[in-house]
Nanobody, 123 residues
Framework: QVQLVESGGGLVQAGGSLRLSCAAS????????LGWFRQAPGKEREFVAY????????VYADSVKGRFTISRDNAKNTVYLQMNSLKPEDTAVYVC????????????????WGQGTQVTVSS
């Protein structure tokens, strides 16, 4: 199975931008659909975005539509999450994972979770 490592988190002011990276190891990256989730302390894990292996189909949570963009570079075995117009409510640990099929919004349909990268947005 693919192994995933996130990076790119940090501290930004509201309205700022960050680009997260999810670097993968494994032969099957180009045929693996991937998702980003986030989790704030004491809260449930929340779906953020999904990108498919075929035609790079994307799905976004309503809370990030128009602000976040998910993309992938199969040559680099990396998926990105460009986050613009950040809000304090975006503060969370962001994790990426490999999709196994089914509803793309459901965390239990993903595997090979990364360790996460912290995003903090100040008001």
């Amino acid at each position: 199975q693919v192994q995933l490592v996130e990076s790119g988190g940090g501290l930004v002011q509201a309205g700022g931008s960050l680009r997260l990276s999810c670097a993968a190891s494994g032969r099957a990256f180009s045929t693996t659909s991937l998702g980003w989730f986030r989790q704030a302390p004491g809260k449930e894990r929340e779906f953020v975005a999904y990108i498919g292996a075929i035609a790079s189909m994307t799905v976004y949570a309503d809370s990030v539509k128009g602000r976040f963009t998910i993309s992938r570079d199969n040559a680099k075995n990396t998926v990105y999450l460009q986050m613009n117009s950040l809000k304090p409510e975006d503060t969370a640990v962001y994790v990426c994972a490999a999709f196994t099929g089914g509803p793309v919004y459901s965390a239990n349909r993903y595997t090979s979770w990364g360790q996460g990268t912290q995003v903090t947005v100040s008001s």
